[in-house]
């Protein structure tokens, strides 16, 4: 499943995760949408890498063939994704948040189905906008 809308300007978020939790995958899609994000489901297979032109990184703890953690550790591991927010979601027990910290997430959303999720991330969008100096297209 591929989700895209907005227009190449529109920041990118890849998102990442199981079909059974469809539910809250699409509730984190449209959440990134109203967000201001161009969500896009994507899928990691083997030798796949991820894309350098997200603006944001969503990972499921149960990401497809994968799972958020190792995903999470490859962007971390990559020059060219290093610097892309990563955002963890799933169960939201103590030892996943833990985990997730360890592998480098910039946060972990434990309630993915949260009426506030589309407010988290565009915190994130501004916060990464503040950084790069870039406050009104890209974050």
């Given at each position: 499943m591929s989700v895209q809308e907005g227009t190449e300007d529109t920041p990118l978020a890849c998102i990442?995760?199981?079909?059974?939790?469809?539910?809250?995958?699409?509730?984190?899609?449209?959440?990134?949408?109203e967000a201001?994000?161009?969500?896009?489901?994507?899928?990691f297979g083997e030798g796949d890498t991820l894309p350098e032109d997200a603006?944001?990184?969503?990972?499921?703890?149960?990401?497809g063939?994968?799972?958020g953690l190792a995903l999470c550790r490859?962007?971390?591991?990559?020059k060219e994704t290093a610097d892309i927010p990563v955002i963890l979601y799933g169960s939201g027990d103590q030892r996943a948040i833990h985990e997730g910290w360890k592998a480098g997430a910039d946060a972990y959303l434990g309630d993915p189905w949260a009426p506030d999720v589309a407010v988290f991330l565009a915190r994130v969008r501004a916060a990464r906008a503040a950084k790069s100096g870039r406050w009104g297209t890209d974050a």
């Open positions: 990442y995760g199981s079909e059974w939790f469809g539910d809250a995958l699409q509730h984190v899609v449209d959440a990134a949408r201001g994000y161009r969500p896009e489901v994507c899928e603006s944001a990184f969503v990972f499921g703890e149960q990401a063939e994968t799972t490859a962007a971390r591991g990559a």
